[in-house]
C-alpha cells in the first residue's frame, strides 16, 4: 500500500457542532505538539489563538450558511508559541443534511513559521525530530510499563529481579535521552518573530516513575 503523508506544516481536524474535537490528521501532532489522545474531546479553542479562539461561532456559523469559511487564523501548540496559518471550514453532514460537525484544515504561514533558507532547513529538521522523539517515546513508555509490572509481581525470582531493575534504570536514562532530544527539537523550530507564551515548559515525555 502506498502512503501520501499530510505536509509536516499541515494540520486536519474535525470537531462537533458545539466545538468538541473529534479526529485529528497525523500532521496535527507535529504541529501542535499534543497526541490525538490528548485533543480528542477538547474544543477546538484549546489549539488556537488571539482572536481565533473568539471567532470561532461566526466561522462556524458561515460554514453553516455559506458552504464553507476560508481566512487567516492563528494556532498555539503546547509550548505555547503563536503560528499564523490560513484556514478552512467545511460543514460535515449527515442524514437530512443536517449538520453533524465541522472540518477545519489549514496550513501554516510559512513566512511566520520557518522563514526561509536555513531558517526553513532547521524548522524542517526540528519537525522530524520531534516525530522521532514522539515514535521513540511510545514503545519505550510500554516497555516501562511492562517492567515495572514484572517487578511489582511477588513470583519474579530475586537474581530476574535484579536484572530488571538494571534494565529499568537503564530505561530511565533512556527516558531522559528522548526528553533532551524532544527539547532540542523544540528549540530548533523556534523562530524569535513567534510570540511565545511567558514561562512555557516542555512537557516530558515518558514517565520516569
Not at 187 to 208: F, H, N, Y
Request: with cysteine.
Amino acid at each position: 500500500m502506498r502512503h501520501y503523508p499530510f505536509p509536516s506544516r499541515g494540520i486536519a481536524v474535525t470537531f462537533s457542532s458545539e466545538g468538541l474535537i473529534t479526529s485529528l490528521s497525523p500532521g496535527a501532532e507535529l504541529v501542535t505538539g499534543y497526541s490525538a489522545q490528548d485533543l480528542t474531546g477538547r474544543t477546538i479553542t484549546h489549539i488556537l489563538a488571539d482572536h481565533s479562539v473568539f471567532e470561532v461561532p461566526q466561522m462556524m456559523k458561515s460554514a453553516r450558511e455559506w458552504g464553507g469559511w476560508d481566512g487567516e487564523i492563528t494556532l498555539r501548540n503546547r509550548s505555547g508559541e503563536i503560528m499564523g496559518a490560513r484556514g478552512s471550514i467545511a460543514p460535515l453532514a449527515g442524514k437530512g443534511n443536517e449538520c453533524m460537525g465541522y472540518l477545519l484544515v489549514s496550513d501554516l504561514n510559512l513566512s511566520a513559521a520557518a522563514g526561509a533558507g536555513a531558517d526553513g532547513t532547521l524548522y524542517e529538521v526540528g519537525a522530524k525530530l520531534r516525530m522521532l522523539a514522539h515514535e521513540l517515546n511510545n514503545p519505550l513508555a510500554v516497555i516501562m510499563g511492562f517492567t515495572q509490572l514484572i517487578l511489582l509481581n511477588t513470583n519474579c525470582s530475586s537474581d530476574v529481579r535484579t536484572d530488571l531493575e538494571k534494565v529499568y534504570a537503564e530505561l530511565k536514562r533512556l527516558v531522559h535521552v528522548v526528553e533532551h532530544l524532544h527539547t532540542y527539537a523544540m528549540e530548533l523550530q523556534e523562530d524569535p518573530q513567534i510570540e511565545t507564551r511567558p514561562g512555557a515548559t516542555v512537557t516530558p515525555l515518558a514517565s520516569t516513575a
